[in-house]
């Protein structure tokens, strides 16, 4: 079993700024792909970003590429979102999750664990 636990979320304008934060406990978080998922009211979940085991290969979704940045610290068992430029587009409510892969890999349904989200609001 991974726990996963968000923080970060919260109002912000639009142009903005917010770091959403993942901390894992568990089993070995460096043998897990990170992955963010958002889900806005009355929409499917869908993809945000992912990250290899290592940290070394990012994926993004084509509508927060350039704004958004996926990061993880294997020492700290933590994966992090920095989300610059936000619109209203991206009021959802967030995920992390936890995916027992070799690849990042973009299908909710393929993630093993998940948080309990955190929720981001982008004003205007």
């Known amino acids: 079993q991974v726990q996963l636990v968000e923080s970060g979320g919260g109002l912000v304008q639009v142009g903005g700024s917010l770091r959403l934060s993942c901390a894992a406990s568990?089993?070995?978080?460096?043998?897990?792909?990170m992955g963010w998922f958002r889900q806005a009211p009355g929409k499917e979940r869908e993809f945000v970003a992912a990250?290899?085991?290592?940290?070394?290969?990012?994926f993004y979704a084509d509508s927060v590429k350039g704004r958004f940045t996926i990061s993880r610290d294997n020492a700290k068992d933590a994966v992090d979102l920095q989300m610059n430029s936000l619109i209203s587009e991206d009021t959802a409510d967030y995920y992390c999750a936890a995916d027992y892969s070799v690849v990042p890999r973009t299908t909710p349904a393929t993630y093993n664990y998940w948080g309990q989200g955190t929720q981001v609001t982008v004003s205007s």
């Open positions: 568990g089993r070995t978080f460096s043998n897990y792909v």
């Open positions: 990250i290899s085991r290592s940290g070394a290969s990012t």
